[in-house]
């Protein structure tokens, strides 16, 4: 989903150039880098909340995963200064803050999930400045940061146990689930209402509101299904399903671009 999004702000602004497919290689890269070094740090938790898992099944030794991020991180950075040295900044950065993350940041109250929703939507603007759309990135960033904290609070309730386990700060662990299922309402909540402000703004023609109503309908109805139940069987389905939301929302991005439309009229 983050490499979409670069493809996305290509799809908005018809700029399909060859620093196009690089930015889409260097976030494919980063992204796994980030993923693979949250599991070389989580694999205590990961042996309670998902023993399936590469690393605590044993199927992947923790020392070959370290070297499999650090290499992987090492590969993104030198293809985004490839480009320009602001998206090579960008990557460096972003690589920081997703090992600090992994190291830390995550077993913090809210900082943690403010980092994860902050990273997914800079995947937009990363898009946004190798296309010279830097304005429209930031709208979408915004409904990708406030989607992806909603998704992040559930995923906190649904790892309840192993955070507890491993002594972390997350929210249900500090104000419990009732609390917790209203923050993730809220932000699925908002998002939706205030995802069809794209269109009055001119970003999107009709065509994105109209893509767009199933995902809000996604939307409303797992901020519903959230405050009813709690449980972790529950809240691993609502962050499911906030997930094909968010994928809906992609599609209505596309599907809305006044350039698709123009090269189709």
Request: net charge positive; glycine share 10%; charged share 10%.
């Amino acid at each position: 989903m983050a490499v979409v999004a670069i493809f996305l702000m290509a799809i908005i602004s018809g700029n399909f150039t060859g620093d196009v497919f690089i930015a889409g290689a260097v976030v494919f890269i980063v992204t796994g880098a980030g993923n693979s070094i949250n599991d070389y740090f989580d694999h205590k938790i990961d042996a309670i909340n998902k023993p399936e898992r590469p690393i605590p099944s044993g199927r992947i030794p923790l020392r070959n995963a370290g070297m499999y991020s650090s290499a992987l991180f090492i590969v993104g950075i030198i293809l985004a200064f490839g480009i320009n040295a602001l998206l090579g900044t960008i990557a460096l950065l972003s690589s920081l803050l997703m090992i600090w993350y992994a190291y830390s940041l995550k077993r913090m109250l809210i900082v943690g999930n403010l980092a994860i929703s902050f990273l997914t939507g800079l995947c937009f603007i990363f898009g946004g400045i190798v296309v010279d759309q830097v304005m429209v990135s930031v709208y979408l960033s915004l409904f990708a940061f406030l989607m992806t904290m909603a998704r992040e609070i559930v995923k906190d309730m649904e790892d309840v146990k192993g955070d507890q386990a491993e002594g972390a700060t997350t929210l249900p662990l500090l104000y419990g689930n009732a609390i917790s299922s209203k923050a993730a309402a809220f932000f699925m909540v908002t998002a939706s209402l205030a995802s069809p402000l794209l269109y009055f703004w001119g970003v999107f023609t009709w065509v994105y509101l109209v893509v767009l109503i199933p995902a809000m309908v996604v939307f409303l109805y797992g901020a519903g299904r959230v405050l009813k139940d709690q449980s972790v069987k529950n809240t691993r389905i609502v962050s499911k399903q906030i997930k094909m939301g968010m994928g809906v929302t992609f599609l209505a991005f596309a599907a809305g671009s006044p350039y698709l439309w123009s090269l189709l009229g």
